[in-house]
């Protein structure tokens, strides 16, 4: 079987035409198996739904219980047949619950990353490789100048900038699903036990991770209190509310702000960081080029961010790729 046979772009996504099923579909769709629940991949209205446990919890908390017409749990590393089709989902270590899927027939492996990144991760289970004949990765970060600095030294960075500013509220941006809850995660590794502010829009989503066993310690809404008394204290919310009347009850804020995009520094001039931490959830330039060797693929397939430098490596380096150009799919809201 050719891998165009097993696996297809179309306009509504990626295409199992033998299975009958999209993966991580940018419409509306039958039967849709989804890789993570952020909303460039995860979407309302399908018929039917694949996905981890966490994942389907994760879209039922963001869009209701009615997000789907039906539900499937995958159990990872245990395949199932769809219409002949084999499909196993295998931790990508991007978010809870994150999955790449690996779809096989008449001895074709495909393997669909989703995004993924290779990082150690207190609120997720790691990256796990799965050897196949096709790997479809993304490549957010796929430019050599994106290699993603010490995850710890970046923390260091905001922890020494609370001690030297106590005057200051230190608001940290992130998305809310994941990163939110990993940078906590990382803050409690490197011992701050402090409170954490969160914004409200943040509050379900850590209440889960809780729920799941990921201790995240206290988490106090960021709408209690005067302006002094978050004087020295650690807000985590949107980027995008840190330019309204939102920020303005903070104490001299100071805007902070994680992402794999701050190693462009006109970037985070124009958003107004004074503390730009380059963490990510995301795959480096490294990493994903690592990535494809250990699979042991001949055929790469990219499905979005930097595919032409990658799909260039791809070819210097003997490898068959092509970029697959699905429009839909780019970083979370942040």
């Known amino acids: ?54 994942t389907l919890d994760i879209m039922a908390i963001r869009y209701g219980d009615g997000f789907a017409g039906s539900r499937q749990t995958a159990l990872p590393g245990q395949a199932v047949r769809i219409g002949g089709v084999g499909v196993t989902f295998f931790p990508a270590g991007h978010v809870l619950g994150s999955a790449q899927i690996l779809v096989e027939r008449d001895g074709l492996r495909i393997v669909v990353s989703g995004d993924y990144k290779r990082r150690s991760d207190p609120t997720c289970s790691g ?38 500013f106590p005057g200051r509220t230190h608001l940290l941006g992130a998305y809310a699903l994941g990163k939110a809850q990993r940078l906590i995660g990382l803050l409690r590794s490197c011992g701050y036990h402090e409170p954490i502010y969160v914004h409200g829009a943040f509050a379900r989503l850590c209440e889960y991770y809780q729920t799941q066993g990921i201790e995240l310690g206290a988490l106090p809404p960021a709408t209690t209190g005067e302006k002094v008394d978050f004087a020295g204290k650690l807000v985590l919310g949107s980027p995008s509310a840190f330019s309204g009347p939102w920020m303005r009850r903070f104490a001299d804020p100071l805007i902070c702000y994680a992402s794999g995009w701050m190693r462009i520094r006109q970037r985070a001039r124009q958003q107004g960081v004074e503390l730009p931490m380059i963490i990510s959830d995301h795959a480096d330039w490294r990493e994903l080029t690592q990535t494809i060797r250990e699979t042991g693929a001949q055929k790469v397939w990219v499905t979005h961010g930097r595919e032409e430098a990658l799909v260039r490596w791809c070819t210097l380096n003997g490898i068959s790729a092509r970029p697959l150009n699905i429009v839909g799919y780019d970083d979370e809201s942040e």
């Open 1 to 54: 079987m050719r891998a165009e046979e097993l696996l297809q772009p179309r306009p509504a996504g990626l295409y199992c035409p033998p299975g009958d099923f999209y993966i991580d579909p940018v419409r509306a769709v039958d039967r849709a198996l989804v890789t993570h629940g952020h909303a460039d991949h995860a979407r309302a209205g399908h018929r039917s739904v694949m996905a981890t446990r966490e």
């Open 127 to 164: 990256f796990e490789l799965v050897p196949c004949d096709v790997f479809i990765t993304e490549a957010t970060f796929g430019l050599p100048v994106f290699v993603h600095p010490d995850d710890g030294e970046e923390i260091g960075k905001l922890l020494q900038s609370i001690a030297d």
